[in-house]
Every structure is written in structure tokens, then in C-alpha cells.
């Protein structure tokens, strides 16, 4: 995969591997691993939304939360600005966490329900100490509740006492707290109504704009990402096999995995006609995925080399700006 500008990236990362252990027997000696993240490499570059899409249980989640260390890599690199961040300490990773973010699926869960708003968004900045006084850590509360458009009165409020979705925007609100760069996005409006979810994705868009805030986006719904994502990268029990520039990817999928997604997404028009790819089989278990190319056993393009060879994320279009790369031996441009 073609690597964009260093000066212009802010977050890559390169061959990243995640393996959980399974434990058997008195011993607890470790039996097998599932393969969560096998050797995943992409860029995000400043200010730009990666969306990063697939089945539930390809490991979108796990990857997003190793870019951040809340999950540790077993292998493979992440740099941040061109620094390798893999290794750093804890206290290392405290102070850049201030430039590194996350919004979870779940506001419900996310949020402290013993805690007012005030107390969740004023703990970031207690941590990072980013104040000087009662009043200016107040002030700041303030105006983040105004950017993430709530009123002034929840400040003194709990929890319980809003909707899901002005939940998220609190949750919003507390990753901005500490005025990062960067942040995953883990499945932000999966849990909202279809309404909120609009109000949700078009805030975040704006406070992209706002803030010169970059994205990675994890979502299932691919007309969301479509909508709020520069390029698009598609993944497949824990490998990626297509990234593109979103309008590209929609338009033009390369990968058999990718077009039966996009299959998949309900046209609104009674009339329209769409092909749909019915995928034969389940999808593989992570601990013993398949030989070759992991998608094989499912494809129907499938052949002889795709049994014996995995393939890599080869660069099939595109210009160095917005590569199209995909992981198929018979994919062309």
C-alpha cells in the first residue's frame, strides 16, 4: 500500500498483529489464540475521516483500540505524528492521550451514572490538569456543552436524565474535553435511533471542520461511512482487503468481499432493481481461520491460488493521493 506524505499523516500503522490467548487445562497453559488483527497496515492523514467497515467480530473494534494502547499490540508498529508509540511507557501514554481520544458504541455505558455532567467532563481535565482556576474549568464546561449543543443546565444533571442521543453528545463533549487530535470513533451511532443518527453524524462533521479533528470511523451501517468518510477501508476477519476513496469504493468495489456488502444496503426506491450477493457459508472462526486467502472459503470467484496463497494489499488504481488497493489475486482496475 502506497504511504502518503509523512509531513501530511498523522496516524500509521504498520503490520499490526492482536492475538487473545485461550488458556486450557490445570495449568492454564495457552491452547490456541483467536487472531483478531492479523497484519494490518493503513495512513490517516490530518483531518480526513477513515471509515473502517465490516462484519461484526472482524476485529474493527480491537484494531481501533490498539491504535489508541488501550489494547496492546502483539506485534506490528503505530506512529503518531512519525513517532513510533508501540512501545511507550504508561506515563508516556498518559501525556499524549491528550492528543488521542476515543467515543464508545455505547452511551449508556459509557457514562458514569453516579456522576453529574459537570464531574464527567471536568475529570479529563483534572487528569491533564489543563486549568488554572475553579472558574476557568467551569467556563470550559461550558463551552464544550455549547459546541456539542446542549444547554447550559445540564451541567448539574445526570446521566439518567437524557436521551440516547444527548448522551453521545455528552460523551462527544468529554473526548474534545482535552482538545485532541485524533479520535476512533467505535461505533458511535450504532445504538441511536436512525433521527439521532443524522444529528449525531452531522455534528461530528462540523466539529471536524471546526476543530481540524481526523477520524477513524468504525461503523456496520456503510450509509453512514459512506456519508462521513474520505476514504473507506474494508475489513475481513481481522485483515483489510479494500481501501479507497469513499466515492470510489462506492462506486467501483474491486474486492468479492466489498461487493457483497454494498449489495446489501436497501435502495429506498420500490422500483430499483439491485443485484444481490448472497454469500455462501458462515463466516470462519478467528481461531482457526482459513489457508490462503481467509475469504476462500465463501467467494465466488474463488480458485485453486486463493486456497494455497493469501494475498497481499496491492495498489490496483489510483493516483498516490487517493490509492486503490485491494487484497484479491484476480482483482483489476
Known amino acids: 500500500m502506497s504511504q502518503s506524505d509523512s509531513t501530511d499523516t498523522l496516524i500509521s500503522v504498520r503490520n499490526l498483529v492482536k492475538r487473545f490467548p485461550i488458556r486450557g487445562g490445570v495449568l492454564s497453559k495457552e491452547v490456541a489464540s483467536v487472531k483478531a488483527v492479523s497484519n494490518v497496515s493503513f495512513d490517516i492523514r490530518k483531518g480526513e475521516t477513515l471509515g473502517l467497515v465490516g462484519e461484526s467480530g472482524c476485529g474493527k473494534s480491537t484494531l481501533g483500540r490498539c491504535v489508541l494502547r488501550l489494547i496492546e499490540p502483539t506485534s506490528g508498529q503505530i506512529l503518531f505524528k512519525g513517532q513510533d508509540i508501540t512501545n511507550f511507557s504508561v506515563r508516556e501514554m498518559r501525556k499524549l492521550r491528550r492528543n488521542m481520544q476515543i467515543i464508545f458504541q455505547d452511551p449508556y455505558a459509557s457514562l458514569n451514572p453516579r456522576m453529574t455532567v459537570e464531574d464527567i467532563l471536568g475529570e479529563p481535565l483534572d487528569i491533564h490538569g489543563v486549568y488554572n482556576s475553579k472558574e476557568e474549568r467551569r467556563q470550559r464546561i461550558l463551552k464544550l456543552l455549547d459546541l456539542c449543543g446542549l444547554r447550559r443546565e445540564a451541567i448539574s444533571r445526570y446521566p439518567h436524565e437524557f436521551s440516547g442521543g444527548q448522551r453521545q453528545r455528552v460523551c462527544i463533549a468529554r473526548a474534545l474535553a482535552v482538545e485532541p487530535e485524533f479520535i476512533v470513533c467505535d461505533e458511535p451511532v450504532s445504538a441511536l435511533d436512525v433521527s439521532i443518527q443524522a444529528q449525531i453524524v452531522n455534528l461530528m462533521q462540523d466539529l471536524q471542520k471546526e476543530l481540524g479533528l ?89 480458485q485453486q491460488e486463493c486456497r494455497l496463497k493469501a494475498p497481499i494489499l496491492r495498489e490496483i488504481k489510483g493516483s498516490s493521493d487517493s490509492p486503490h488497493s485491494v487484497a484479491c489475486h484476480f482483482a483489476t482496475s
Open 214 to 302: 481526523t477520524y477513524l470511523f468504525i461503523a456496520h451501517d456503510l450509509k453512514v461511512v459512506e456519508h462521513i468518510s474520505t476514504r473507506v477501508a474494508v475489513m475481513y476477519l481481522g485483515q483489510i482487503v479494500e481501501t479507497a476513496n469513499a466515492e470510489e469504493l462506492y462506486d467501483k468495489p474491486k474486492h468479492p468481499y466489498t461487493r457483497a456488502l454494498l449489495s446489501a444496503i436497501p435502495i429506498p426506491d420500490p422500483t430499483y432493481q439491485k443485484e444481490r450477493i448472497i454469500l455462501k457459508g458462515d463466516v470462519p472462526s478467528p481461531i482457526d481461520p482459513p489457508s490462503g486467502c481467509y475469504f476462500h472459503p465463501r467467494c465466488p470467484m474463488a
